[in-house]
């Protein structure tokens, strides 16, 4: 009866702090940061690196007074179930093909675009031809990532025994397998390579990457059913960034692409059948 006693009070204590709210309160909107830079990098040493993530909340923070983003931790894997019970509000820089297929979500639209691309050790008579094909090629990737030429299959075993696949959780430690000749191609996003490739320019020259692309993608912020912010309301927050030009002051040096988005392009989807 005691332990019963407990947990009614608990569910009360939750109601009432989500529903006794005085007047003009904020609302607090819980946000995925999963580690995927340059969006979300880690903490090092008690020194915590900035990244995209951030500066985009701090962004849509500062813009109004009626939600207050925050950033809450997860992992790749553990985002569906986090998003799923309510650990988190929005999971975002999604694709609604990255898993999402069979968990309810609303798809808004951010209007930035990045993409996947190929890394090869640069050597003498070696172009863009060697990219063409990936059989019989070692692959360095990240793990849990999904990539297109995949199908979007993630499952570590299915890219090990069908491309070659060695996974880690570095993109780092990828590109320079390439140069230590463990691997013969790395999979990169876009934004990663311009900031690794700035980091390390005297090795920059070692590399040849790819003109072909593996996917170019726009980033989805996805929002559960029960989310405090309505899709409509997060499109029209970032559409205020966008028009201020401050979007493009985050992301458009790491060369992720701000593009136009249309008035009302969220979508409602997922699921269980």
């Not at 070692?138 to 090990?160: I, K, Q, T, W």
């Not at 691997?183 to 590399?207: G, M, N």
Request: one cysteine or more; proline letters at 4%; charged letters at 20%.
């Amino acid at each position: 009866m005691l332990t019963l006693r407990r947990a009614l009070e608990g569910v009360l204590l939750v109601l009432c702090s989500s529903l006794c709210l005085p007047a003009g309160a904020e609302q607090l909107v819980r946000v995925g940061s999963v580690y995927f830079p340059p969006y979300v990098l880690k903490q090092e040493q008690g020194k915590v690196d900035r990244g995209l993530l951030p500066q985009l909340l701090d962004a849509l923070n500062q813009a109004q007074n009626e939600y207050r983003f925050v950033a809450v931790p997860t992992s790749l894997p553990r985002r569906y179930r986090d998003f799923e019970q309510g650990r988190i509000d929005m999971a975002i820089f999604e694709n609604p093909q990255w898993g999402w297929q069979k968990v309810a979500h609303t798809a808004v639209d951010m209007g930035l675009e990045d993409a996947e691309v190929f890394v090869a050790r640069a050597e003498t008579g070696r172009d863009q031809s060697y990219f063409t094909t990936l059989q019989g090629k070692r692959l360095a990737l990240y793990s849990g990532y999904h990539y297109a030429f995949a199908g979007f299959n993630a499952e570590p075993r299915f890219l090990a025994q069908n491309f070659n696949a060695k996974l880690t959780y570095s993109h780092d430690s990828n590109l320079s397998m390439l140069l230590r000749g463990r691997a013969e191609i790395a999979l990169v996003t876009r934004s990663y390579l311009s900031d690794f490739l700035a980091r390390h320019r005297e090795t920059a020259s070692q590399y040849l990457v790819s003109t072909r692309t593996d996917q170019t993608y726009h980033h989805y912020a996805l929002l559960r059913p029960q989310a405090p912010i309505s899709a409509q309301a997060l499109s029209a927050l970032l559409q205020t960034l966008r028009s201020s030009g401050q979007l493009a002051d985050i992301f458009g040096r790491h060369q992720i692409a701000v593009m136009p988005v249309a008035a009302d392009s969220s979508v409602a989807t997922g699921g269980a059948d």
